[in-house]
């Protein structure tokens, strides 16, 4: 019981980091970023690169590869959603054309790394483990949680407290009125574009040294259970995406323990489905988003 | 001569009959987003309906007619109470839903032992003949063209370009959004049903996220404005590997690779120039040709 | 004559604010009623509660012998009630005919067997509609811009294909929300002749309106709003001697 604590809790705070930077583009466009599990992957094969090609430390290596998302990021909004902010179905042709740079993205992670699963050297982080309250922890968990748990402090502070975050949010709840008092939008909106790929892509290398298995098609096993999260949260909503995250990640454990793993994805989308039809501002979501 | 056509076809079969079949999935995307509603459960519609058929064939050995019915009736019907819920949902929350409930059917699907799970129902006799696909895609073309100009092709013009205002002259949006899905729904299982009875197999994963989102793909690099656009967009895609297949070698990228980035890079370039789909490409260029004139002239 | 319609202590509240506030006002059949007010009174609110687009949090509307609110826009506007919209919701990529068609929808009766199998019948009914909506374009001055797309035409002309959909559906009674804003004195002038000749007719027409002289001219019955509630209501000389009004816009000056 304790340890399917510990393990749900290490799994929510993958997904919570990957829903955070899902749900923050779609809090400041309205629109859903369908290359961010696109983003998670290749920053996940980035790290690996650096750590087993160039032996940097996987401490070094982590944040090189974020921050290669976080560039990522500026060229999806450069040329996915910038040239299709003004028209008026921008939210499936932005839609598409984010789908587009996914399989581009996957087109490039197939052709330098190959279709086959490629894990981390052995002794990438050290296998170390700790009894917690009598529950097993492995020091590669406890690790995991902390750069989780960090970053969303990190986070937070980025949008509560800096100039830059004030400036977000304000586009996030108007972008006409955040022009007027003066703020420049499509810096704003790029700056949102770096932070969410970051967090995709601090959740794709944290994730792939959690399962060590990394290939082209592993963003297909976050995207829609993010998709799952966010609407759990309530769109937009980033407190919502982190508890939403934890409860997936808590609901996906004890299912696989109780019920078996073939019922884990079942479970979280019937959830997901009747919770749209229901609730469709979300479990923790306060701004009711159906148009009126 | 009449030899090579054969040879040729012996060889593309196969091809030709996923492009009808793509084609009408691609319409089965159409008929929602003609009403401005992006709705994706059409991979669990059409697992639906190519579950309900192969069991109808296999299991109580019904006439392929009959079963084929089968699977248009079956999701058309459970689009109903789909539906009725789902379409007070706007937007991309009302697309998620719907991915949502493609979902649920194929995990449901996963985890039912009497199809055998993720291996899915093989052996299913091959009953799908090319005529019966294409005379498929000719129906629901002719339905689609009759429905254009009409009044209820106008409904649904006015639903899709402002809702609020269409309610405001009488039409009863909800109801014509229903029948779309609904309709959406027949074709989709229609697909399933054909596919399934041409391919000898059927599992859970071959309706996917993945599938739903080619179909919209289709739809969209076809053009969706107008009725046949998702078939042209449905031939194209369907062809298109078939000859990088052939042009992988001459590049030196893997075909797998060269697939998704073409694919990729197509899907791109249409989303941004030409904002209506390949079916909008010779006016496009008339357009520009047009324009270069003129900036001549001008000079 | 009992009224076509009679709103009674209606009252619609966004979170706190209340844009409508217990008003109630009759329009007669075949009348031209006006509704005024300065900026921010209701109007364009009372318009959305009597076509179904808002639902009131009180009070009833009454259409004929039947309470309308709460009923869907689509089952208001199959009671016989049309409107134009203050900000111009035309269909954009329709031409100026088709928009005119959607605004037939209640009137077509076409059978969707006979349009498939293309019948004749079909056909008839489909060359029908269409002359009548190149008639009631005829009829609002755009004849020369039938095929037009509705984006491309100017603003004033938008407006007039907004009456001629509205129109569009016989309805018994017409909202208009502002049809002139933006118009030339020469446009304005047409469309109030239009008013009056669709209030011959029969047909009653609920105004709103900012141009004085336009409401003067046209209105047989004036009610004025301020704050979501009525101040004032009568023939328009009256109104307009009424000190409770004078205040109210001098008060709030637009
Ligand atoms: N959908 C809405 N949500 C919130 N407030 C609204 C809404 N519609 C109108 N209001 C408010 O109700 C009041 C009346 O508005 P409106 O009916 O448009 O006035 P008018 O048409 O007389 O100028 C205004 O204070 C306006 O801000
Ligand atoms: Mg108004």
């Not at chain 1, 909106?189 to 970051?198: E, K, L």
């Not at chain 2, 590997?241 to 791109?268: H, K, S, T």
């Amino acid at each position: 019981m304790g340890q399917q604590v510990v393990n749900g809790l290490f799994l929510g705070s993958i997904y919570a980091l990957f829903a955070l930077g899902y749900t923050l583009v779609f809090g400041v466009l309205d629109i859903l970023n369908l290359a961010h599990a696109a983003v998670f992957m290749l920053a996940s094969f980035v790290a690996l690169t650096l750590v087993g090609r160039f032996h940097l430390h996987i401490l070094l290596a982590m944040p090189l590869a974020v921050l290669f998302a976080g560039f990522l990021g500026l060229l999806l909004e450069r040329v996915a959603f910038r040239p299709l902010r003004a028209r008026a179905d921008s939210n499936i042709s932005g839609l598409i054309s984010s789908l587009a740079m996914a399989t581009v993205f996957e087109a490039v992670a197939l052709e330098v790394w190959g279709p086959n699963i490629s894990r981390f050297p052995f002794g990438t982080v050290p296998e170390t483990q700790l009894d917690l309250l009598g529950a097993v922890v492995s020091r590669l968990q406890l690790t995991i949680v902390a750069v989780a748990v960090l970053l969303f402090l990190v986070l937070t502070w980025l949008v509560k407290a800096t100039r830059l975050g004030r400036e977000v949010r304000a586009v996030a709840e108007s972008p006409r009125a955040a022009r007027i008092l003066g703020v420049d939008v499509n810096r704003a909106i790029a700056a949102a574009f770096f932070i969410s790929s970051a967090l995709g892509g601090a959740a794709g290398v944290l994730f792939g040294l959690a399962f060590n298995s990394i290939s082209p098609d592993m963003g297909r096993s976050v995207e829609l259970k993010g998709l799952a999260v966010i609407i759990l949260g309530g769109m937009g909503s980033m407190p919502g995406a982190v508890l939403a995250g934890f409860a997936l990640g808590l609901t996906e454990v004890f299912v696989t323990a109780y019920l078996g793993a073939s019922w884990r994805d079942a479970v979280s989308f019937t959830g997901l489905f009747l919770i749209l039809v229901l609730r469709p501002r979300g479990l923790f979501g306060a701004a009711a988003l159906r148009e009126a | 001569m009449w030899d090579q056509l054969a040879d040729l076809y012996a060889t593309y079969q196969s091809t030709i009959a996923f492009i009808g079949i793509n084609s009408l999935l691609a319409l089965s995307v159409y008929t929602t987003l003609s009403c401005g509603q992006l709705a994706l459960g059409n991979a669990g519609f059409s697992a639906i309906g190519a579950y309900a058929a192969a069991l109808l064939t296999m299991q109580a050995h019904w006439p392929f007619p009959l079963a084929i019915l089968a699977a248009v009736a079956v999701p058309a019907v459970v689009a109903v109470p789909l539906g009725l819920p789902v379409l007070r949902i706007r937007g991309i929350f009302l697309a998620i839903a719907t991915i949502g409930f493609g979902e649920v059917v194929r995990l449901g699907l996963v985890n039912w032992d009497y199809v055998n799970g993720a291996q899915g129902i093989v052996a299913i006799p091959q009953k799908t003949e090319l005529w019966m696909i294409y005379l498929a895609v000719a129906a629901a073309l002719f339905v689609l063209a009759r429905l254009r100009g009409s009044k209820w092709g106008f409904a649904l013009e006015a639903i899709r370009e402002d809702e609020p205002a269409a309610r405001t002259m009488g039409i009863a949006t909800t109801r014509y959004k229903l029948a779309m899905l609904v309709l959406g729904a027949a074709l989709a299982g229609l697909a399933g049903g054909f596919e399934a009875h041409f391919t000898f197999m059927v599992a859970p994963n071959g309706f996917g996220f993945g599938r739903v989102v080619d179909m919209l793909v289709y739809a969209v690099v076809g053009g969706s404005q107008i009725y046949w656009g998702p078939v042209v967009g449905a031939a194209f895609l369907t062809l298109l590997p078939e000859i990088l297949r052939e042009v992988a070698p001459l590049v030196g990228i893997e075909p797998g690779p060269l697939r998704l980035l073409v694919n990729g890079l197509v899907l791109l370039a249409v989303i941004l120039f030409l904002p209506n789909g390949m079916v909008s490409l010779p006016r496009r260029i008339a357009e520009w040709r047009a324009a270069r004139v003129a900036a001549r002239s001008a000079a | 004559m009992s009224p076509l319609l009679a709103l009674d202590r209606v009252e619609r509240a966004f979170g706190g604010v209340r844009a409508v506030d217990g008003a109630g006002f009759a329009v007669a059949p075949g009348q031209v009623h006006g509704l005024i007010g300065p900026n921010g009174a209701g109007k364009t609110t009372v318009i959305n509660l009597i076509s179904g687009l808002l639902a009131p949090t009180a009070g009833s509307i009454q259409l004929g012998d039947r309470p309308i609110h709460g009923l869907p826009p689509w089952q208001v506007a199959a009671l016989g009630v049309a409107r134009t919209f203050q900000n111009i919701r035309l269909f954009p990529d329709l031409s100026a005919r088709d928009n005119v068609l959607v605004g037939q929808h209640l009137r077509r009766t076409p059978s969707l067997a006979a349009r498939m199998l293309m019948l004749p019948s079909a056909r008839t009914e489909e060359r029908e509609a269409r002359e009548r909506a190149e008639a009631l374009l005829t009829r609002v001055g755009l004849s020369e811009r039938v095929h037009e797309h509705a984006r491309h035409l100017s603003y004033g002309e938008q407006r007039r294909v907004e009456i001629a959909r509205a129109l569009a559906s016989a309805p018994r009674l017409l909202l208009l929300d502002e049809p002139t804003a933006g118009m030339n004195p020469v446009e304005v002038q047409a469309v109030a002749q239009l008013i009056r000749r669709v209030a011959a007719e029969g047909q009653s027409v609920l105004l709103v309106e900012h141009n004085v002289r336009l409401v003067m001219d046209v209105c047989d019955t004036i009610t004025v709003l301020c704050f979501g509630k009525v101040i004032a209501e009568g023939a328009p000389r009256t109104v307009a001697e009424d000190p409770a009004v004078i205040a109210a816009y001098l008060g709030n000056p637009k």
